[in-house]
Structure formats: C-alpha cells, structure tokens
C-alpha cells in the first residue's frame, strides 16, 4: 500500500525560494502520476499541476504555469514543488496525492498536508 | 475549464437523516467525476470514483449516481463521523477542478 509523507511546515519571507517534498513508500510509486493541489485556509482544493517520477513528466496548471516548478527524484522515491520567489498569496496548504491510473482519473491516496506561511 | 457548482455550501443535518449534495459540471464530464471528504484538520479521502463507484473501505451509506453534468453525492442514515466538506473533482480534462465544498455540520 502506498503512503505518501510530506515535509514539514515552513515560514517564509515574500521573495524567498521555497522546495517542499512528498515521499512516497511502498511498491510502484514511480509508475504512478503524482498531483499537486492547494488549498487556502479555511478555502477549496485547487489542482496545481502533475508529474510522473518515473521519467519526469510534468503538467501544470494555467493557474500556477511559471510560477512553480515541479520535479522527482525517482531514486528516492520523491516528488518536489519549489518556487523561487514566494508571495503572501503563496500562504496555503500543499497537498500530495497519487492519481489512480494514468493522470486522468482520481487521486488517493493524499500526503498529510505542507503548510507553507509566507509572512514579512 | 470545466466549472463545477456544488450545492449546497453548507447543510445542517441531524443524525439518520439523509444528506444529498449536488455537483453540476460546466460541460459534459462523462462519468469522470470523484467525491472526497475532508475532516477538520486532514486530508481529503477519497469516497466514490467515477460517480457511482465506491472506494475501498468506505461505507456503504455513501454512494453517488450521476453523469453528464449532473451528479449527486447521497449519504444515507448520517452518522456523527460523518461531519466534514464533501468535495467534487472532475478528471474529464485539463486542467483539472474541484467544487466549492459542501460542509456538514451534525445538529
């Protein structure tokens, strides 16, 4: 069975550069699409974009396109979200989660969450 | 984009009673469309998959019907656990979306 685990919680400064991790455990976690989703306190899920580990393979999000950078580490079973300039806008919740088959289908299981805070 | 509208924002429910939470798609999404639930404090949980499908180890009072545009999410006889935001998410096409939520409070 598939977990995925985060990185802990950040505080950052407007302008700072920021790489948050999802690792995943268990067999076949570089043959599965893994997702990126926000969610602002308090607020819905938006869907940031998709990487495949095996060979990296992205998707993003018109949304977020340029302003985040995904990425994976297949040798250690791990995915990464950076930005290299953060916002207060930026000020959310990351979510982790592996899509079932393929990338057009559903996502679970879901990491526990990064809580990015980006405050001067 | 596909735009999803779920109604309602917010349902206040007593235990046993039946809850029923719509999500209607801006487009036609087939039967591409996942429910989830999310408890204060966690991540979200997969429920049904592809409408109607039930997930693994989700219990039996949730279920959804729908395709199209239209679809619902039904949980019958509530149980006090079941006290969350229930979201829809469409993988029909890119970008991928989510509705707004719909909370549940237990009176």
């Known amino acids: 069975e598939v977990q995925l685990v985060q990185s802990g919680a950040e505080v950052k400064k407007p302008g700072q550069s920021l790489k948050i991790s999802c690792k995943g455990s268990?067999?076949?976690?570089?043959?599965?699409?893994i997702a990126w989703v926000r969610q602002v306190p308090g607020k819905g899920l938006e869907w940031m974009g998709l990487?495949?580990?095996?060979?990296?393979?992205?998707r993003y999000s018109p949304s977020f396109q340029g302003q985040i950078t995904l990425s994976a580490d297949k040798s250690i079973s791990t995915v990464y979200l950076r930005w290299r300039s953060l916002q207060a806008s930026d000020t959310a919740m990351y979510y982790c989660?592996?899509?079932?088959?393929?990338?057009?289908?559903?996502?679970?299981?879901w990491g526990q969450g990064t809580l990015v805070t980006v405050s001067s | 984009e596909i735009v999803l509208s779920q109604s309602p924002d917010f349902q206040s429910v007593t235990p046993k009673e039946k809850v029923t939470i719509t999500c209607r798609a801006s487009?036609?999404?087939?039967?591409?469309l996942h429910w989830y639930q999310q408890k204060p404090g966690q991540s979200p949980k997969l429920l049904i998959k592809?409408?109607?499908q039930s997930f693994s180890g989700v219990p039996s009072r949730f279920s959804g019907s729908g395709s199209g545009t239209d679809f619902t999410l039904t949980i019958n006889s509530l149980e006090p656990e079941d006290a969350a935001t229930y979201f829809c998410?469409?993988?029909?096409?890119?970008?991928?979306?989510f509705g707004g939520g719909t909370k549940v409070e237990i009176k």
């Open positions: 989660a592996r899509i079932g088959t393929g990338y057009y289908d559903w996502f679970d299981p």
């Open positions: 268990g067999d076949g976690f570089n043959k599965y699409w």
């Open positions: 990487i495949y580990p095996g060979d990296s393979d992205t």
């Open positions: 487009q036609d999404i087939d039967s591409n």
């Open positions: 592809y409408a109607s």
């Open positions: 998410h469409q993988s029909n096409s890119l970008p991928f979306t």
